[in-house]
């Protein structure tokens, strides 16, 4: 293994320049004219259109596969996370936030385009690239004026390489948590992967850091896409025994497989994601989560070494900090690992924004977002006109304190990895404020899980097939319809 040398340090060093120089001179100094050039109608980077403004910074970090609940700011009695804790306590925490499509690449892909699965092309983690000629919302952005810069792990086909970035620090697929082949990139030019030493979170954090130190003149956008906690859960190494010896609380639907699942179908019952499997390789509850939430931590420290640099150099509150994930994660509920189900550990993810020019701190919302809308909010936010093609909503008004005048009742959801790992089937549904309905619909026979949300927040008790609740059954069957064929998914 070797340190970083790729093609952008060949033309680095042929400059003269080492690639800490490049970094912080940053991609407006010995690019930027010709990104201009290639981008008329450009609105003035420095302001919002007709606002005398500056526009803001955006910083969109993603983690993989975290429960809300696991941020100490949440109430999580065991993890501390004061770095994630921070965006919220001086911003908002949106309390109500779900995925569309529990699944790594869908997931990141819906958050770079503002589509649903089908509209991207990205319904699951096969290795499939963005429609052809889809943009993403960095290359709204950079027409706009802005330098983009893409850090970590896309999951999708290509690793996003076929775009334009300032700055490029990635890798394909999912690759390992240690030891990572990375590639980098400047001004559009990327390189070819070469093995990093080190753990591949750091590592790629160090590199987002390198080069924020350096922008200065024009309003920047990166994504921090890490890769923890992700399966095999493998935590920093000063965090291997973080929490060795402490007692997990056991989740009370734990040993409904000794029961045989009452009430679940069958295809619920027969997915192959149970811990204690050879087939997921995990042994023990507690094993995956002592692993689980010590990533968790490590996953805080990157984000605490981002938000020093912003600090630092004084463009923290002038940057749109959220910080996300790309899914939800089973922590032994029902005896379960991973996603990909519609229920809610596994499609609810946290969100937390910071923009102290806009948003009150400490503000709590329970409105339901989904990260399908987290695209047009930084459109909105930069002062550029939303895409009639995203179907997301905007949640600005929710940051300045205000109700939107209209705002979704309820949402549809779909997963498509069957078969795949885990052996989940394919599944869809419709979820509202307070019912819940999900279809296996290529099961044989289909099946159905409904539930009452608000008298079963935990999913134990299926209503469906229950004669007092065909109606409901029904009428929520035909607007999870309407809502399927208007995402474009049916």
């Known amino acids: 293994m070797s340190s970083k040398k790729n093609e952008v340090e060949d033309r680095n060093r042929e400059s003269g320049l080492s690639r800490r120089d490049v970094l912080k001179m940053g991609a407006g100094t010995l690019g ?69 499509n529990a699944l790594c690449a869908p997931s990141r892909a819906t958050v770079l385009t503002g589509l649903y699965s089908r509209r ?26 802005y330098e983009v810069a893409f850090c970590g792990k896309s999951h999708v086909a290509g690793g996003l390489r076929e775009y334009y970035w300032d700055y490029y620090y990635g890798y394909l697929g999912q690759k390992s948590f240690v030891n990572a082949p990375i590639a980098e990139g400047i001004d559009g030019h990327i390189g070819g992967d070469e093995v990093v030493e080190g753990y591949s979170d750091d590592v790629i954090t160090e590199a987002a850091a390198g080069w924020l130190e350096g922008r200065r003149e024009k309003p920047f956008c990166m994504y921090l896409f890490l890769k923890a906690p992700h399966q095999p859960f ?37 997915c192959d994601n149970h811990i204690g499997t050879d087939s997921t390789g995990v042994s023990t509850l507690e094993a995956m989560v002592k692993n689980h939430y010590a990533s968790t931590v490590g996953l805080d420290q990157n984000v605490g070494r981002i938000l020093e640099v912003l600090e630092r150099t004084g463009k923290l509150d002038d ?90 009742k309820d949402w549809y959801y779909a997963f498509y990895e069957y078969p795949g790992p885990n052996m989940v089937p394919k599944n869809r549904g419709i979820r509202t404020e307070r019912y819940k309905l999900m279809e296996y619909w290529e099961y044989e026979p289909k099946q159905y899980e409904l539930y009452d949300l608000q008298q079963d927040p935990k999913e134990v008790h299926n209503l469906y097939g229950d004669p007092k609740y065909k109606d409901l059954a029904e009428s929520l069957y035909k607007r999870m319809m309407e809502l399927g064929k208007e995402a474009g998914e049916i």
Do not use: C
């Open 319 to 408: 940057t749109v900090i959220m910080f996300t994930a790309d899914h939800g994660y089973f922590l032994g509920e029902w005896h379960f690992m991973d996603k990909r189900l519609m229920h809610e550990p596994s499609i609810r993810i946290p969100l937390l924004v910071r923009y102290p020019k806009m948003i009150k701190p400490g503000t709590v919302n329970d409105k339901m977002v989904l990260n399908l809308d987290i695209p047009s909010t930084m459109l909105e936010l930069a002062g550029l006109e939303v895409p009639d093609s995203m179907q997301g909503q905007s949640f600005v008004p929710f940051l300045k304190g205000e109700e939107p005048g209209s705002w979704r």
């Open 234 to 270: 493998i935590p920093p190494r000063n965090l291997a025994t973080l929490y060795n010896g402490v007692k997990f609380p056991v989740p009370e639907t734990f040993d409904e497989d000794l029961k045989g699942y009452p009430g679940k179908p069958r295809a619920f019952a027969n």
């Open 120 to 145: 991207n092309g990205v319904i699951d983690n096969k290795q499939r690239h963005i429609g052809t000629g889809i943009p993403l919302v960095s290359d709204h952005l950079r027409k706009a004026g």
């Open 32 to 100: 930027g004219a010709l990104a201009a050039a290639a981008s008329p109608g450009i609105v003035g980077a420095q302001e919002a259109a007709g606002t005398g403004t500056r526009r803001p910074n955006f910083l969109i970090i993603m983690g993989d596969g975290i429960q809300p609940t696991e941020l100490s700011i949440a109430g999580n009695p065991i993890i501390k996370t004061p770095n994630i804790d921070r965006i919220g306590r001086e911003g908002v925490r949106f309390q109500n936030t779900f995925v569309i």
